[in-house]
């Protein structure tokens, strides 16, 4: 009953929130359809990254602080097969020499990446994140097999890694941090909301 | 050739590879140098690139800040972070075309996308269309901005890492240019040392060994080095005749040594037993060096004499201030004392003057003398007991004829006295008749009776003879006396003449009946001497003129003043000395009378005491024709005698007496 009040209060607020807590320059709707072609309806459920949410961040990945422009409301969309949720899209803009780099991360229901596209990217090389050998680094991991990709220093990825990105460490490092920021802040700040709705 | 050639050849090829060596490292250090500049304005270029990018980093930040947030007051900082990226591309100076391209790609895109952004400023309400759509644009051309970049960047980082990589050779390559230099120098130097030690040091060093041989060993040594420099050769050549020079004079210096060895042995031999003492002194008497017998003479070792003044010893060396007397010592056999405490004081020194290492030294010799000096006083005791002895025999032989002398005066004084006492009674007689006064005519006639006028006459002359007989007598006796006297030590103040005279009167006897004395007594002078002695020589003088006259003849005897000295001559004709008898008549024992007659003394006492009196007897004979002796005695008086004035004292006594 709460889930289904919960769901409508959502589905409400919606055009609002949509319009408060746009995590990423462009609208994700395109590249949700593209990750869940099946999907037939999608939720947002919007939530504020604030101070503890940034500590705990702090905790988990040392050195991979969120900036102040990223605490704020933010919106996890759930791509829904009607009422059955497929999975879940988190939109994430990290900072790269290039500016800021939007990635549309896709989420199954255990929390590991299912797919991923690039939104905004000003690299040269950032055809490498459309690739099979780059992706499929990421594809089926959660946060702390990814967090296993990552070199000592918190920042950057592993040559493994690297290895799969033809040449492009800096590009794959930015890719590296945006999933795993994606997948524990969905777990911080959605996780229980999660659980609640795939029960 | 040379070692001066070859010192030139050294330096000349020393300057060449010097040279080179310079020129190469040089060069290559110039080509390191312009790679380096290269290199450091390639690495200047990178960090603008990087600068750039990091710029550019913060450029697309405020853009995407503008895009998300919407914030338009941001364009004027992005056209301000345009601005600095547009100066510092323009800045930017490189030579390279694909990079200006790459720069003014980049300036254009700028360009452009500040027309983008200063659309968004003229926005007046946003219309999420249009915004999304100049996002894109924008978008676009950033990212061509960022490919640009990153390919300028990636450009500029593979030039400069190909600039390092071509430094890093090319200091390699240097290193690498010095190394194999620095060791063909080496190589070059290693060889130069092994041909110099070969061709210079290794024959002087045959030479050096052969010169260490040859002071070990006698043999020849070969010091000649064939494959050599010429000075070397030279050398060799020089040393190897130097050396056999050396061992001549070696071989010599070796003889001179060994004789020197044998003559100070001699000499230390000689030192020590040479039975006189030897004193070194120096220019202050004080005594530097003594052989044993100084010691024995000193009763003191030698290290108690050495250092000690000779005056401490022999004190006749000493002046009256204390000085070292060199006059005294350079005599020669000069009789002398010791110091008092000495129980043997006799000595006899000679010096000489002697330099030793430039510095004046004296060479003292001291003969011990007390032995000779108690042997000459027995030998002086045996001559005067012998003169005595002589004398005594003279006397012998002249006392009958001085007894006849003496019996004449005594046969006329007795006959005197007899006729004088036969005078006396008839005087008598008459004095006692004058004396009665009535008995007067009977004394005249008794006058006139006995004859009393001639006794009285005669008694005068015969006292008269009595007393010259008794003076002939007295003066006899007195003569024999002076003469039988043996002479005090010291002489006395006589008169030759009448010395002469004296003899005469006791040789009287033997002369008068075949000799007829001639005398030309003119000396007239007095003379310090023993006159027992010189009475001796007279008186044998005139016996032995006598004895050579065998009947009759004439002895001749004379005296007189000649240059300062008195001449006594006598000369006889009698039988004369053969020239083979003459040299030998001084000598003692020497007699050509029978035995028995003659001692073999005479003529020898003669000498020694004309000898002791200074003064010396000339002989001269011819056989058949007579002799002659003449007897020269030097003038002096008592002060020239050196007597005491005690003794001159005690002669004036004499003489007053």
Redesign the interface.
């Given at each position: 009953m709460k889930v289904i009040i919960f769901f409508m209060l959502s589905m409400l607020l919606l055009p609002s929130v949509y319009a408060d807590a746009y995590c990423s320059?462009?609208d994700p709707v395109s590249q949700i359809k593209q990750l869940y072609p099946q999907k037939t309806n999608q939720l947002s459920i919007v939530k504020a990254v604030d101070n503890h949410t940034r500590k705990q961040v702090q905790l988990a990945l040392p050195r991979n602080d969120l900036h102040f422009?990223e605490l704020g409301k933010h919106t996890l969309y759930v791509a829904m097969k009607n009422t059955k949720a497929l999975g879940y899209v988190h939109v994430r803009?990290e900072?790269s020499?290039?500016?800021?780099v939007e990635i549309v991360w896709a989420i199954d229901k255990n929390l590991r990446i299912q797919n991923f596209a690039c939104q905004?990217?000003?690299?040269?090389k950032?055809s490498v994140i459309g690739s099979g050998l780059f992706k499929s680094a990421f594809i089926g991991k959660n946060f702390q097999e990814l967090k296993t990709l990552l070199n000592e220093d918190g920042l950057t990825a592993n040559i493994a890694l690297v290895d799969t990105a033809n040449n492009a460490p800096e590009l794959t490092s930015v890719v590296l941090r945006s999933a795993l920021k994606t997948l524990l802040i969905t777990d911080l700040l959605w996780g229980k909301e999660l659980k609640t709705l795939n029960h | 050739m040379k070692i001066s050639n070859y010192n030139q050849l050294l330096a000349v090829s020393t300057l060449v590879s010097g040279m080179i060596i310079f020129a190469t490292l040089w060069s290559q250090n110039q080509k390191v140098e312009s790679i380096s500049r290269e290199h450091f304005e390639s690495r200047l270029l990178a960090q603008t690139v990087n600068h750039i990018s990091t710029m550019s980093q913060a450029w697309l930040t405020t853009q995407d800040l503008l895009f998300s947030g919407k914030q338009t007051y941001l364009v004027n900082g992005i056209n301000i972070q345009s601005k600095q990226l547009t100066q510092t591309l323009i800045a930017i100076k490189t030579t390279d075309k694909s990079n200006n391209k790459l720069i003014q790609q980049l300036l254009a895109i700028i360009k452009s996308n500040k027309t983008i952004i200063d659309s968004f400023a003229q926005l007046t309400r946003i219309d999420d269309k249009v915004w999304q759509s100049t996002i894109t644009k924008s978008d676009s051309l950033t990212a061509k901005y960022v490919m640009t970049l990153e390919t300028l960047l990636q450009q500029v980082s593979v030039d400069n890492s190909a600039l390092e990589n071509k430094l890093i050779d090319a200091n390699s390559f240097l290193a690498i240019l010095t190394w194999v230099i620095i060791s063909l120098y080496l190589i070059f130097i290693s060889f130069i040392v092994t041909w110099f030690s070969k061709y210079i040091v290794k024959p002087i060093e045959n030479i050096t060994e052969a010169a260490q041989q040859s002071s070990d060993l006698e043999q020849n040594v070969e010091f000649m080095q064939e494959d050599a420099p010429a000075e070397v050769i030279a050398l060799s050549s020089a040393i190897e005749s130097f050396t056999q020079r050396i061992t001549v004079e070696k071989h010599k210096a070796d003889q001179e040594r060994r004789n020197v060895i044998t003559k100070n042995k001699q000499i230390k031999a000689i030192m020590n037993t040479i039975p006189c003492s030897l004193l070194l002194l120096n220019d202050h008497g004080v005594i530097q060096e003594c052989n044993p017998e100084a010691c024995r003479l000193f009763s003191k070792t030698k290290e108690e004499i050495i250092s000690q003044n000779i005056a401490i010893f022999l004190p006749v060396l000493s002046m009256l201030d204390g000085q070292f007397d060199t006059k005294m010592l350079l005599r020669n056999m000069e009789e002398s004392l010791l110091a008092p405490s000495f129980e043997n004081p006799y000595i006899e020194f000679s010096g000489r003057e002697i330099a030793i290492n430039g510095s004046i030294n004296y060479l003292l010799t001291i003969t011990d003398i007390n032995e000779r000096k108690h042997s000459q006083k027995a030998l002086s005791s045996l001559n005067q007991q012998l003169v005595n002895a002589e004398k005594l025999a003279s006397i012998g032989q002249l006392s009958a004829g001085i007894a006849h002398e003496i019996n004449n005066p005594v046969g006329f004084i007795h006959s005197n006295l007899d006729v004088l006492a036969d005078y006396i009674t008839p005087l008598t007689d008459y004095i006692k008749l004058v004396k009665i006064a009535d008995q007067q005519e009977q004394a005249k006639a008794f006058y006139q009776k006995n004859d009393l006028d001639y006794i009285l006459d005669d008694i005068n002359p015969l006292i008269e003879s009595s007393l010259e007989g008794t003076i002939r007598i007295s003066k006899i006796i007195k003569d024999l006396g002076n003469y039988a006297h043996v002479d005090s030590k010291t002489p006395e103040l006589i008169s030759i003449d009448s010395l002469i005279e004296q003899s005469l009167t006791l040789v009287a006897n033997e002369l008068k009946y075949k000799v007829k004395i001639v005398k030309s007594l003119n000396a007239n002078v007095s003379v310090m001497a023993f006159p027992q002695k010189l009475l001796q020589v007279f008186i044998n003088m005139l016996v032995n003129a006598s004895h050579a006259i065998e009947n009759t003849g004439r002895i001749s005897i004379y005296s007189g003043i000649v240059k300062d000295e008195i001449n006594i001559r006598f000369e006889d004709d009698g039988s004369g000395i053969s020239q083979e008898h003459l040299k030998n008549i001084f000598d003692p024992f020497f007699t050509t009378k029978p035995v028995g007659k003659g001692t073999g003394l005479g003529l020898h006492i003669v000498r020694s005491i004309i000898d002791e009196h200074d003064g010396h007897i000339e002989a001269s004979s011819i056989v058949g024709q007579g002799s002659k002796f003449e007897i020269f005695l030097p003038i002096h008086s008592a002060a020239e005698l050196n007597l005491p004035e005690v003794i001159t004292i005690a002669d004036d006594n004499l003489i007053s007496k």
């Open positions: 320059l462009r422009s803009s900072q020499k290039w500016g800021l905004r990217c000003r690299s040269p950032k | -």
